[in-house]
């Protein structure tokens, strides 16, 4: 019976060492190109919260019609709407979030970049 143990163990032992191999070069990759992948995120999340402040707040469209306006690719970016402060947040989830701020006379604002 303990051969049949020792042999499962085996079966499983390649497959954690792959997962461990893979997880190690997406981190190595993502510890590499961290700056640029920041800047790119940066740059698109800034781009599609104004672009959808602005269908919100300027338009007066529909929150929901406003992700239409965004180029083809952007579909890890995250919306979200704050009625009250007339604002609207993109985020792409652990890396970058971006706010955009209707102000009367000067349309949507974005926020301060802290880099």
């Known amino acids: 019976m303990a051969t049949a143990k020792l042999a499962g163990d085996k079966r499983r032992t390649p497959w954690l060492k792959l997962l461990v191999t893979v997880a190690l070069i997406i981190g190595g990759a993502a510890w590499y190109y961290g700056d640029v992948i920041n800047g790119y995120a940066q740059a698109g999340t800034s781009y599609a919260a104004k672009t959808a402040c602005s269908c919100r707040f ?6 929901g019609q406003c ?3 965004l180029i083809p690719g952007m579909e890890a970016v995250w919306l979200s709407e704050d009625e009250a402060a007339q604002s609207v947040t993109a985020r792409i989830p652990l890396v970058e979030s971006t706010t955009a701020t209707y102000r009367e006379g000067y349309g949507c604002v974005l926020e301060r970049w802290e880099g």
């Open 58 to 63: 300027v338009g007066g469209r529909e929150f």
């Open 67 to 69: 992700g239409d306006d």
